[in-house]
């Protein structure tokens, strides 16, 4: 079975760093994009970027780029979503997905971000 | 870039047939193709239709998708409403310079 799990709930206060993760099985992680996807709450579904583990290629929405950090360990078959510096705006919830031919499938369970003083 | 835009909000009867639909701003639809995901609350979005017209196995088939040229939009029609398929639905498309773009969500009441 294809499945991503992704890291669990977050805590943080304004100013603080934080890494999430995604974890890919049941398929060649190298061999499919993944990409992130934000969630604020009560909106819409807003493309963050996207990353190709075979050779770490990533492109970001032009709305994220600067603002976060896409990686991945092809080693231990994990995708990476990062901040250096967290702001109350960065509150949502933040998917990981496969990308495959142009759609996403499957999705991770999802990461809630909480940043609060 | 294009933009893909969705009716904020739709509802109709259980056993009734709604239609949401998906109209790309630029480009025409036929070019890319359009995906469906059905978000339930408190929930990961999930694939109802993809390529189009492609159904996921496990997807009733109450669900199907089709895109129009004219008015270049994307449709998803779900047939036999179930409360069950009260959720928020997102079309989602792509071209070579912009590798996923989402349409705003539509929220679907059955009532």
């Known amino acids: 079975e294809v499945q991503l799990v992704q890291s669990g709930a977050e805590v943080k206060k304004p100013g603080e760093s934080l890494k999430i993760s995604c974890k890919g099985s049941g398929y060649s992680f190298t061999s499919y994009w993944i990409g992130w996807v934000r969630q604020m709450p009560g909106k819409g579904l807003e493309w963050m970027g996207i990353i190709y583990p075979g050779d770490s290629d990533t492109r970001y929405s032009p709305s994220f780029q600067g603002q976060v950090t896409i990686s991945a360990d092809k080693s231990i078959s994990t995708a990476y979503l990062q901040w250096s510096s967290l702001k109350a705006s960065d509150t949502a919830m933040y998917y990981c997905?496969?990308?495959?031919?142009?759609?996403?499938?499957?999705w991770g369970q999802g990461t809630l971000v909480t940043v609060s003083s | 870039n294009f933009m893909l835009t969705q009716p904020h909000s739709v509802s109709e009867s259980p056993g009734k047939t709604v239609t949401i639909s998906c109209t790309r701003s630029s480009g025409s639809i036929a070019s890319n193709y359009v995906q469906w995901y059905q978000q339930r609350p408190g929930s990961a979005p999930t694939t109802v239709i993809y390529e189009d017209n492609q159904r996921p196995s496990g997807v009733p088939d109450r669900f199907s998708g089709s895109i129009d040229s004219s008015s270049n939009s994307a449709s998803l029609t779900i047939s036999g409403l179930k409360t069950e398929d009260e959720a928020d639905y997102y079309c989602?498309?792509?071209?070579?310079?912009?590798?996923?773009?989402f349409g705003g969500g539509t929220k679907l009441t059955v009532l």
């Open positions: 997905a496969r990308l495959s031919e142009g759609w996403f499938d499957p």
């Open positions: 989602q498309s792509y071209d070579s310079s912009n590798p996923v773009v």
